[in-house]
């Protein structure tokens, strides 16, 4: 597993020097990108970062697993075998990004749609075991709507409340699946 | 032949009970409901319905699921000709000329044309789906550890092959979803893989919850990113039917593009999505005035819809017959299936004759239904298009979320369905593709077992890939579509696709 392992801190060094200019900086630097017309960070560098980053992962968690042999494969060889072919493929990109006088620009990511939708995702995950489906749906539909640029609050109110009283009858009532309404209030 | 009436005989007694019968209705209505909606495709449609058929029997949930599978084909058509947008991949092809008609005022004839060639194609593809599902499970039944991998490979030679964009990309995004599977307690030793002490990953990423992901979530990032310009149709739909000048001038795209997609969906790796796109060339090539494809000829939304259903229902072949899930929409089969404690697989067909034969039956009733259905309710259609989708996007997000919760009461299920929405919609910014990798997400796991078992058998010797002339044959097979990607002239057609 030591191929595993250098490969895995290879692309995290990789990953670490040029990780200033992937995401989080993305939107700006693609901005300048096309602003300027300069070689910056394309997409095929930006992809080939990510999969070295997630090979690294893979790699550093497949790194305490035992490989085995051919005869008695452990449970280490494919994930660690895996993590090498997938950061290979990532540096295949990364070099092919550099001989490419103007591949694809970054573009821009928009941050509110994320933020919102899955933050309403996750706002159901974390409540509907304790406050029930009465807050996770209405609390899902008003945090997703700040992800759309129009934004009209008694519509969204009207709407989330109409929501959750439907999925409250369908899959409660009619379906009977085991979600919790409002476990504070009520029990289940 | 006799076996064969007998086969679908039990089928249809077990189809027609009021039960299946009214499960079957329910999947096609509530299929084509969330299908037709724009950007939802059958796999986030199927995931977010799923829920719905747990109180069901196995025979009865299965039925229902299928129902579910082809309203939500046939919805992504609808919104394809009615709105500038395919639900789904394989409507893209509809859109082209569907859309044109549509602006034309012959909406009506163009979902007519559309329902008429999915149902002949459906039935087509039914039969062949009763004649080839027993002999092939009997042939699946003398395959050995290795000859399932090489045909696994096969599969994943196909699905990147076949995704568009970088050749590169695709076999980065196939290695990614193997990995993916290797998530979880190794099954031979019982030791926990790359879960990072997390106990909710011990027993796997869920399929359901990558798929939604990749697909529902990160569809609705995608679309609040770039809106798309909806064009709704306005006005008049126009008659139903075609005419009959109409209908002499379809039928033979409708045969051809069954011939196509049938064939195609048998594939694994996600051969159904080439149907229609064949299709489409095929009908231009022979028109005797090509110039009249994408400005709204009829041949150009009755090849591409037979292909497309056609495709849709053969790719049940590989599952029901081998165990393989030949794409995302079938793995998610897998999922509802082995909730209901049915193993896909060549047992099926003789373990439990009356779910397969009934599912079969039922296919054929889904595609009449939906026939029936469809067309009187396009007004409804045309209604739900027009919610605008600043409301339509959060029920979207409620309906995955509660789905999600559901398939295992897990909360955690939802967290990582939303750090899957966020990695499908990094990945879809970074140029890749996510088909592919979900292809090789389901087929990882057999993939591995099957690997390890060969070697085992075969005391860690390679060559048993080689000796093995199933598999020496699958593995050639696997080589040649490989090289086939890699000619220069379709390497650019591919690249061009993308854009």
């Not at chain 2, 306005?234 to 039917?241: A, S, T």
């Amino acid at each position: 597993m030591r191929g595993v392992a250098e490969e895995a801190t290879a692309a995290m060094v990789l990953q670490q020097s040029e990780s200033n200019s992937t995401p989080d900086h993305g939107r700006a630097l693609a901005k300048e990108a096309e602003a300027s017309a300069r070689p910056g960070i394309n997409q095929d560098l930006a992809a080939g970062l990510f999969l070295m980053a997630l090979a690294a992962l893979a790699g550093w968690q497949a790194s305490h697993l035992t490989a085995g042999s051919l005869r008695q494969i452990g449970p280490g060889l494919l994930p660690g075998a895996l993590a090498v072919l997938t950061g290979l493929s990532g540096l295949a990109l990364v070099l092919r990004s550099r001989g490419q006088q103007n591949g694809v620009p970054l573009g821009r990511w928009g941050v509110r749609g994320p933020v919102f939708v899955l933050g309403a995702a996750v706002f159901f995950g974390l409540t509907i075991r304790s406050l029930g489906l009465v807050v996770a749906g209405p609390g899902v539909v008003l945090i997703a709507v700040l992800a759309s640029p129009e934004r009209r609050w008694r519509e969204a109110l009207i709407f989330a409340l109409s929501m959750t009283l439907f999925c409250v009858v369908l899959f409660k009532l009619l379906l009977q699946l085991p979600i919790p309404l409002l476990p504070i209030l009520i029990g289940f | 032949m006799a076996a064969l009436i007998d086969n679908l005989v039990l089928g249809f007694s077990t189809a027609l009970s009021f039960q299946n019968l009214l499960l079957c209705f329910l999947g096609c209505l509530i299929g084509t409901l969330i299908g037709v909606l724009p950007g939802v495709g059958p796999i986030a449609t199927i995931a977010m319905l799923l829920p719905l058929t747990f109180s069901v029997d196995s025979t009865g949930a299965i039925i229902m699921l299928a129902g579910i599978y082809y309203g939500a084909q046939y919805g992504g058509s609808t919104s394809a000709i009615l709105v500038n947008i395919p639900g789904e991949t394989t409507s893209v092809v509809t859109l082209l000329d569907g859309h044109q008609m549509a602006r034309q005022g012959r909406a009506g004839v163009a979902l007519g044309t559309a329902a008429i060639a999915s149902f002949i194609a459906g039935t087509i593809a039914t039969l062949v789906i009763a004649a080839l599902g027993l002999p092939l499970s009997q042939l699946a039944l003398l395959f050995g550890p290795a000859d399932y991998f090489s045909l696994m490979v096969v599969g994943l030679a196909c699905s990147v092959v076949l995704a568009r964009g970088s050749l590169l990309k695709a076999v980065a995004m196939v290695l990614t979803g193997l990995l993916l599977s290797t998530v979880g307690t190794d099954l031979d030793t019982g030791v926990e893989r790359l879960t990072f002490g997390l106990p909710e990953l011990a027993d796997g990423i869920d399929f359901a919850v990558l798929a939604m992901g990749l697909f529902g979530f990160a569809e609705i990032l995608k679309n609040l990113a770039e809106p798309e310009q909806t064009d709704v149709v306005r006005g008049v739909i126009g008659r139903l039917l075609p005419s009959r000048a109409d209908f002499k001038q379809a039928l033979g795209p409708i045969l051809r593009g069954t011939g196509l997609g049938a064939l195609l969906g048998i594939l694994p790796g996600n051969g159904a999505v080439l149907g229609p796109f064949a299709a489409y060339a095929v009908e231009k090539k022979l028109a005797k005035d090509p110039s009249r494809f994408g400005r709204g000829a009829i041949e150009g939304v009755a090849g591409p819809e037979a292909a497309n259903n056609a495709g849709a229902q053969t790719a049940f072949i590989p599952l029901l017959t081998l165990g393989i899930p030949p794409n995302a929409v079938m793995a998610l089969m897998v999922g509802a299936m082995t909730i209901h404690g049915i193993i896909p697989g060549p047992q099926v067909i003789t373990k439990s004759p009356e779910l397969f034969w009934g599912m079969v039956a039922s296919m054929w009733l889904g595609n009449l239904m939906l026939l029936v259905l469809n067309l009187p309710l396009v007004g409804i259609w045309v209604r739900l298009l027009k919610v605008p989708y600043r409301l339509m996007f959060p029920s979207i997000l409620l309906f995955c979320c509660i789905g999600v919760y559901s398939i295992s009461n897990s909360p955690a299920n939802v967290l990582f369905t939303a750090l899957f929405g966020l990695v499908g919609y990094v990945l879809y910014k970074l140029g890749f593709e996510p088909a592919p990798l979900l292809i090789g997400f389901v087929l990882g796991r057999l993939f591995e077992e099957k690997l390890r078992q060969a070697l085992t058998l075969s005391r860690g010797n390679f060559m048993v890939f080689l000796e093995r002339p199933v598999s020496a044959s699958l593995l050639v097979v696997a080589l040649v579509v490989f090289a086939v990607a890699l000619v220069p002239n379709l390497k650019k057609k591919r690249e061009q696709l993308a854009s």
